[in-house]
């Protein structure tokens, strides 16, 4: 057989971005029937359809997936890897996709990447805020910043720093119920379930006795009538009163200082999370996003 054009396999991409070969064409500055007859050499070339198309949805097949999955992640490491032996002046350009949760992009991201621009002028960053993992290679991201705790061992991923999680409420719902002294206090209150979460209401505390120098633990499950996916409805749900709640302390330090919210039983601990830099899969990194978790991971130490 012979050799794919690789302007072919890069189409793959980006049709599957853009959704349709509309909105393809315009991205790439050519038409609609050019990319349809490229799609269709390059499916006759591998004998196997890439896309299912309709009149309103074009989608991959599972051959099509297999090929972003496998094939693509090594012609971006061949691109990257030709850009810097053409960039003998090393400056950072080209666009960084970055993914982050909500709380984490406003807080700590968004000026941690002004800063970094300020040195480095000639890029452009676009911001994607989620709670949810992605697949970085099928989402087009160069890099996804995840709190809490890696579930998949494999992921190529650089810690960049850890957090505290602070139980929190405002005062007009503790003006109702009290403040609670002790974790099994917390039965009965209100929580706000955060259900990315593996247990999302059962919670481990532990303090360690001033007399005897030993950890204590206790171990609580809460109540949630209220549940959601996202930290900024927690945050917001708790505003309102609606009850109790648990935020990293970077998303809780500026509503406690405020006084906002409270922050409950701080003698006791909850685990605490890292802050994590995903690659997706693939050796080789642009020097962009290299450049830039060098410099995230020291702006993090510092905020």
């Known amino acids: 057989m012979e050799h794919a054009d690789l302007n072919s396999l890069q189409l793959v991409q980006q049709l599957h971005l853009a959704g349709s070969f509309t909105a393809a064409a315009e991205q790439l500055g050519c038409s609609k029937t050019t990319i349809s007859l490229q799609l269709k050499a390059l499916e006759q070339q591998l004998g196997v359809a890439l896309f299912r198309r309709t009149t309103r949805q074009l989608s991959l097949t599972q051959a099509g997936e297999q090929l972003l999955h496998d094939c693509l992640p090594l012609l971006d490491e061949l691109q990257q890897a030709l850009q810097q032996l053409q960039s003998s002046d090393k400056v950072l350009q080209g666009r960084l996709v970055l993914s982050a949760p909500e709380d984490y992009n406003n807080r700590i991201l968004a000026p941690a990447v002004v800063a970094f621009m300020a040195q480095h002028p000639a890029l452009e960053v676009e ?30 991923a650089r810690k ?9 409420a ?5 003006a109702q119920t009290g403040i609670p002294q002790h974790p099994a206090e917390l039965a009965d209150l209100r929580f706000i379930a955060f259900t ?8 481990r505390f532990s303090q360690t006795d001033p007399k005897s ?19 900024q409805t927690v945050t917001a749900l708790m505003l309102a009163g609606a009850g109790i709640g648990i935020l990293p302390d970077y998303s809780a330090r ?3 200082q405020s006084g906002q919210l409270v922050r ?7 685990a605490q999370g890292g802050i994590y830099a995903v ?25």
């Open 127 to 156: 911001f994607r805020s989620s709670d949810q993992v992605k697949d970085l290679i099928k989402e087009g991201i160069d890099l996804t910043i995840r709190a809490g705790w890696l579930k998949d061992s494999s992921q190529q």
């Open 213 to 231: 120098g030993a950890t204590v633990q206790h171990s609580q499950y809460l109540q949630a009538p209220f549940k959601t996916s996202s930290t």
């Open 264 to 270: 409950l039983l701080p003698h006791w601990r909850l």
């Open 170 to 174: 405002a005062p007009a719902y503790l």
């Open 254 to 256: 500026e509503l406690v």
């Open 196 to 203: 990315p979460l593996q247990q999302p209401q059962q919670w």
């Open 279 to 303: 690659y997706p899969p693939g050796r080789f990194r642009p020097a962009r996003v290299t450049a830039f978790v060098d410099f995230l991971q020291q702006y993090q130490q510092l905020a």
């Open 160 to 168: 960049l720093g850890s957090f505290e999680q602070w139980l929190l």
